[in-house]
């Protein structure tokens, strides 16, 4: 039986102009990004051995904790100011892009105020997946990093206490990695002037032990 | 028909001391890496799609040749110094882990004189494989850093353009993140005073158009 309102087909070998990108996406009742005119979906796609794409991939239930830990964190400590942290839902615009990260914090009057997208992040975190692991480090950090309002990308590992921070100081300032794996350690957050916690981030994350890959 | 002298077998489950992977490791005809006594195949495994180990993941064409031209590129510019590039089989031991680098430069006395291991790298590379760019950009990482006389670190793609390079800086300890993905870019190696072409790095490695993933 198939059900009565077949979703829309993304043929996700073509390509896609920005205007139809946002069209499409209007349609769905899951997130799509868009890359120079490339289409995935948010957290990835299952495929088989040989590549060929079966499905999309769901975000697993400990991907959902460390999101809304990290965006509470984020929240508890930005009340009272002008800087909002949202999660997931809320699309990113860059150049060449239209991500949903996972968390992100923005500072920034326009994005405040807009309606639907936000162009000015000072903070984007991302939550690893094996199935975007690649997306994560490449393809979103190499724009990410192009935009001139950001200043710190955190990339947190979900399946042990990873956390991999670059900040820089200011627009055209190199940047500068730091990597924190031990659950007392904190990760500062210098252009918010804030700290956190690891063990904040990952709390309730049941972490087992984990082997070398 | 078995081959008549077959290698023992690797029980990746268990822990293995140093000694025994220096022994262990006589025997084989492939290379293992070393980490807090879990041993792993330097190239991965290959597993299906429950985790389960099939065997192991050999390195394409392109990794050799990208390994080859980075090896070639350091060589020519050193030659007559004080400073040596190696590939592929040469130990490295550092607390915690031995593993086998891709490309490898150390200007230090000691290790150029030594049978087997070098443990004072000022360069290390790697060619990053899907199915290693975790043991790549983190468990390597994270122990490569702790090298006191390592002074860069670099990650080369080997699907798309793409060169990451982690920098010591001259003070403090937080390191410097720099990214190269044109190919008239080159990749400064200030420690050893030289510049390494991407033209050169990527030579011969027919690079197809690559798709977000």
């Not at chain 2, 220096?22 to 807090?36: H, K, M, P, S, T």
């Not at chain 2, 390079?165 to 403090?172: N, T």
């Given at each position: 039986?198939?059900?009565?309102?077949?979703?829309?087909?993304?043929?996700?070998?073509?390509?896609?102009?920005?205007?139809?990108?946002?069209?499409?996406?209007?349609?769905?009742?899951?997130?799509?990004?868009?890359?120079?005119?490339?289409?995935?979906?948010k957290?990835?796609?299952?495929?088989?051995?040989?590549?060929?794409?079966?499905?999309?991939?769901?975000?697993?239930?400990?991907h959902?904790?460390?999101?809304?830990?990290?965006q509470?964190?984020?929240?508890?400590?930005?009340?009272?100011r002008?800087?909002?942290?949202?999660?997931?839902?809320?699309?990113?615009?860059?150049?060449?892009?239209?991500?949903?990260?996972?968390?992100?914090?923005?500072?920034?009057?326009?994005?405040?105020?807009?309606?639907?997208?936000?162009?000015?992040?000072?903070?984007?975190?991302?939550?690893?997946?094996?199935?975007?692991?690649?997306?994560?480090?490449?393809?979103?950090?190499?724009?990410?990093?192009?935009?001139?309002?950001?200043?710190?990308?955190?990339?947190?590992?979900?399946?042990?206490?990873?956390?991999?921070?670059?900040?820089?100081?200011?627009?055209?300032?190199?940047?500068?990695?730091?990597?924190?794996?031990?659950?007392?350690?904190?990760?500062?957050?210098?252009?918010?002037?804030?700290?956190?916690?690891l063990?904040?981030?990952?709390?309730?994350?049941?972490?087992?032990?984990?082997?070398?890959? | 028909?078995?081959?008549?002298?077959?290698?023992?077998?690797?029980?990746?489950?268990?822990?293995?001391?140093?000694?025994?992977?220096?022994?262990?490791?006589?025997?084989?005809?492939?290379?293992?890496?070393?980490?807090?006594?879990?041993?792993v195949?330097?190239?991965?495994?290959?597993?299906?799609?429950?985790?389960?180990?099939?065997?192991?993941?050999?390195?394409?064409?392109?990794?050799?040749r990208?390994?080859?031209?980075?090896?070639?590129?350091?060589?020519?510019?050193?030659?007559?110094?004080?400073?040596?590039?190696?590939?592929?089989?040469?130990?490295?031991?550092?607390?915690?882990?031995?593993?086998?680098?891709?490309?490898i430069?150390?200007?230090?006395?000691?290790?150029?004189?030594a049978?087997?291991?070098?443990?004072?790298?000022?360069?290390?590379?790697?060619?990053?494989?899907?199915?290693?760019?975790?043991?790549?950009?983190?468990?390597?990482?994270?122990?490569?850093?702790?090298?006191?006389?390592?002074?860069?670190?670099?990650?080369?793609?080997?699907?798309?353009?793409?060169?990451?390079?982690?920098?010591?800086?001259?003070?403090?300890?937080?390191?410097?993140?720099?990214?190269?993905?044109?190919?008239?870019?080159?990749?400064?190696?200030?420690?050893?005073?030289?510049?390494?072409?991407?033209?050169?790095?990527?030579?011969?490695?027919?690079?197809?158009?690559?798709?977000?993933?």
């Amino acid at each position: 039986m198939t059900s009565p309102i077949a979703s829309t087909p993304i043929d996700y070998e073509r390509r896609y102009s920005e205007e139809e990108y946002l069209a499409l996406e209007e349609q769905l009742d899951y997130r799509i990004e868009w890359f120079d005119g490339q289409i995935v979906p948010k957290h990835g796609y299952e495929t088989d051995a040989r590549g060929r794409v079966l499905g999309m991939a769901g975000a697993s239930q400990r991907h959902n904790i460390l999101t809304s830990n990290i965006q509470f964190a984020f929240r508890t400590r930005l009340k009272g100011r002008k800087c909002r942290a949202l999660a997931q839902d809320l699309k990113l615009q860059t150049a060449t892009a239209n991500t949903y990260p996972d968390v992100l914090v923005s500072c920034d009057p326009a994005d405040l105020k807009a309606e639907q997208r936000w162009r000015h992040p000072v903070v984007i975190v991302e939550v690893m997946s094996s199935s975007t692991l690649h997306r994560d480090r490449e393809w979103k950090w190499e724009r990410y990093r192009q935009l001139p309002s950001l200043r710190q990308y955190v990339l947190v590992s979900q399946y042990r206490v990873w956390v991999e921070s670059y900040t820089r100081a200011e627009e055209n300032a190199p940047w500068i990695n730091e990597v924190y794996t031990d659950l007392a350690a904190t990760l500062p957050v210098p252009a918010l002037g804030l700290q956190v916690p690891l063990a904040e981030l990952y709390d309730d994350i049941d972490l087992s032990p984990l082997r070398v890959v | 028909m078995t081959s008549p002298v077959s290698p023992p077998p690797i029980d990746y489950g268990r822990r293995y001391s140093e000694e025994e992977f220096l022994a262990l490791e006589e025997q084989l005809d492939y290379r293992i890496e070393w980490f807090d006594g879990r041993i792993v195949p330097k190239h991965g495994y290959e597993t299906d799609a429950q985790g389960r180990i099939l065997g192991m993941a050999g390195a394409s064409q392109r990794h050799n040749r990208i390994t080859r031209n980075a090896l070639v590129g350091l060589h020519n510019r050193l030659a007559g110094g004080r400073c040596e590039a190696l590939s592929q089989d040469m130990l490295l031991a550092m607390t915690g882990a031995k593993t086998y680098p891709d490309v490898i430069v150390s200007c230090n006395p000691l290790d150029l004189r030594a049978e087997r291991v070098w443990r004072n790298p000022t360069l290390l590379i790697e060619v990053l494989s899907n199915s290693t760019q975790t043991r790549d950009r983190e468990w390597k990482l994270e122990r490569y850093r702790q090298i006191p006389s390592l002074q860069q670190y670099v990650l080369v793609s080997q699907y798309r353009i793409w060169v990451e390079s982690y920098d010591r800086p001259a003070s403090g300890d937080a390191w410097a993140s720099s990214l190269f993905t044109k190919l008239t870019d080159e990749l400064p190696v200030p420690a050893l005073a030289l510049h390494l072409p991407l033209t050169e790095v990527y030579a011969y490695a027919d690079l197809a158009p690559m798709e977000v993933a």
